[in-house]
């Protein structure tokens, strides 16, 4: 089999592409099964995020270009691949597992040490699992690379101090106004990041805090944790001036705040100021919405700069989590390594074990009757002979397996070894 990963993310294309390229659940499903259907995947898994949307997938025909994923991601959005391929990054075999601990671990995000990647990574495992397209090639790597993550969080301090998306939009409001504890902010969305959010806002020192959800039910139980109202969502075009400070981050399809509810909002505000800062991918916010005066709309693109700030003087701990990944890539190859070679090693014992039992029974009859203490002589010695012969091809095949790791997954570092045992000793080609 062969490893392929591509995909996108925050440094490779801006939000306005990445949005376009987003999976929803019930889209990676369909997209899982083609891959699976169209593409000859045996294996694979859809990882859709605000900053990254990534194909992963193990590969029957070891032949396949590793584009073929590319131009896949393109085409299941209605794009050319040509307009995609500047933009997408590829990894096949060991850089493909490597990558994957790297996302795993946070290494790889916009906010170094944010947890959340990790949560969103095992969703993305289940749910392929759950729809049949994880086996044990997948398994392996990614139940590695959750232990990866576990190891890193445990032996660095990664996750210290970890600047998350929210922390960085709430960082951008205090910015704009200063002290927030006279602003009145509305936050639509009631997920996760939303929660976060609130969380940042109430530490900053704002008290007017204002709830839009799809759902009532969750806009009513997170305005309760943090003392806020709820806004009903209906009434967002007619209520949207209110707010000084509008974070958005819904899981919504299409824009939830659009250019005419923005401008109305200026017009009733009589052309008092309004920060708007999305951080949902797709985005909740039209982004046109810039042109009206006094509006202000920012992206999760624009909250770079207050994440590098944040992230300084951590070059230290990311280089400690590094060596850790670098250590448990190569553990992982070994590992498949040797299991790749064990259906040998196994047919290879299986066979002379054979030829040991018929040459036995060949001159039993020459023996004579034999003693219980005979018997297990001419068991040992013959067994003994058999491990001799079998010691030395399983010593180097286990060699070669382990050299060959530090090549890529699916090389072919110990093919040839394999094929002469198996024509030496006549191991069938059905035994594997």
């Known amino acids: 089999m ?27 499903v369909d997209a899982l099964h083609r ?19 990534e194909l992963t997938a193990a590969l029957e025909d070891e032949s396949a270009l590793p584009a073929a994923l590319c131009d896949f991601l393109a085409r299941a959005h209605g794009m050319t691949p040509e307009s995609l391929r500047s ?20 290494l790889d995000s916009m906010v170094v040490g944010e947890p959340q990647i990790l949560g969103q990574l095992k969703q993305a495992y289940a749910q392929a699992r759950e729809h ?26 990664i996750g210290q101090n970890a600047v998350s998306v929210s922390y960085a939009a709430v960082e951008l409001a205090k910015e704009i106004f200063g002290s927030l504890s006279r602003k009145s902010v509305l936050i639509i969305g009631a997920g996760k990041m939303s929660e976060s959010t609130a969380r940042h806002l109430q530490r900053a020192g704002a008290v007017d805090i204002m709830i839009a959800n799809r759902t009532p039910e969750r806009a009513d139980a997170l305005a309760a944790i943090f003392r806020g109202r709820v806004l009903p969502y209906e009434a967002l075009p007619a209520r949207l001036a209110e707010a000084d400070i509008v974070i958005s981050s819904s899981t919504a399809p299409g824009f939830v705040v659009n250019y005419e509810m923005v401008k ?13 800062i999305d951080i949902a991918v797709p985005r909740n916010i039209d982004p046109a919405a810039h ?4 509006a202000f709309v920012y992206n999760i693109d ?130 594997r």
């Open 2 to 28: 062969k490893l392929i990963l591509a995909g996108v993310n925050h440094r490779t294309c801006p939000v306005e592409l990445r949005e376009n390229l987003a999976f929803r659940p019930e889209q990676a």
């Open 35 to 53: 891959l699976r259907g169209d593409l000859g995947a045996r294996e694979a898994m859809i990882l859709s995020t605000c900053n990254r949307v």
């Open 87 to 106: 933009h997408v990054y590829i990894f096949e075999e060991s850089h493909a597992i490597r990558h994957l601990f790297r996302v795993a671990s946070s």
């Open 132 to 157: 049949g397209a994880i086996g044990s090639y997948l398994d392996a790597v990614l139940t590695r690379a959750f232990s990866v993550a576990k190891r890193v969080r445990t032996e660095t301090e």
């Open 264 to 276: 109305r909002a200026i017009e009733a505000r009589r052309n008092q100021p309004m920060f708007l």
């Open 291 to 294: 042109r009206v005066e006094h």
């Open 302 to 431: 624009d909250l770079q700069r207050i994440v590098d700030q944040n992230l300084h003087g951590r070059g230290e701990v990311a280089k400690h989590a590094e060596t850790i990944v670098s250590e448990e890539v190569e553990r992982l190859l070994a590992r498949m390594r040797t299991r790749d070679v064990a259906p040998t090693i196994v047919s290879l014992q299986e066979q002379l074990e054979t030829l040991r039992r018929g040459e036995l029974e060949r001159f039993r009859g020459r023996m004579g009757t034999l003693t219980k203490e005979q018997e297990e002589a001419i068991e040992g010695f013959s067994r003994g002979i058999i491990n001799k012969i079998a010691h030395g091809p399983i010593l180097e095949l286990r060699r070669q397996a382990e050299r060959a790791a530090k090549n890529g997954v699916n090389g072919d570092g110990h093919g040839e070894l394999v094929n002469v045992i198996r024509r030496v000793f006549r191991i069938p080609e059905g035994d």
